[in-house]
C-alpha cells in the first residue's frame, strides 16, 4: 500500500487497478494471494473470521439488522487475548528466524 500511495502522487499517475493492488500485495508477501484476495472480495457470504481470530483469542459476534439487510461485527476479546498473541507471536518469529 505504501508503494502504492507513493506513486499515486506521480505526475500523470489515474489511481490504481485491481491487478496493481494485488501485484503490491503479492510483492510484498512474497507469494500469489491473488485466488486468496478474490475469494474475500468476491465471493459471496461471510468470510469465515472466527477460524482466523480465534487462534489468538478474539471472537467476532455478527448481529443481523433484518430492516436494512446488513449485518453489525463486533470484536469480543477473550481474557487470555494478550498471552495468546504473544504466544503465537513468538512461534511465527522463531519460524522467520530459524529460515535465516
Known amino acids: 500500500m505504501r508503494r502504492l500511495y507513493v506513486e499515486s502522487g506521480a505526475r500523470g499517475?489515474?489511481?490504481?487497478t485491481e491487478a496493481d493492488l494485488i501485484a503490491a500485495i503479492n510483492?510484498?508477501?512474497?507469494?500469489?494471494l491473488g485466488?486468496?484476495?478474490?475469494?474475500?472480495?468476491d465471493e459471496?457470504?461471510?468470510?469465515?473470521?472466527?477460524?482466523s481470530l480465534g487462534i489468538a483469542g478474539?471472537?467476532?459476534a455478527v448481529t443481523h439488522d433484518?430492516?436494512?439487510?446488513?449485518n453489525d461485527y463486533k470484536l469480543i476479546v477473550e481474557s487470555d487475548a494478550q498471552i495468546r498473541a504473544d504466544?503465537?507471536?513468538?512461534?511465527?518469529?522463531?519460524r522467520v528466524s530459524s529460515k535465516d
Not at 13 to 16: A, L, M, P
Not at 35 to 41: C, G, Q, S, T
Request: charged share 20%; no cysteine.
Open 44 to 51: 459471496p457470504g461471510t468470510p469465515h473470521y472466527e477460524s
Open 13 to 16: 499517475y489515474s489511481g490504481y
Open 87 to 94: 504466544s503465537l507471536l513468538g512461534e511465527v518469529t522463531a
Open 35 to 41: 485466488p486468496f484476495l478474490r475469494a474475500l472480495v
Open 66 to 70: 433484518d430492516n436494512s439487510g446488513r
Open 58 to 60: 478474539i471472537k467476532v
Open 27 to 32: 510483492g510484498e508477501a512474497g507469494k500469489d
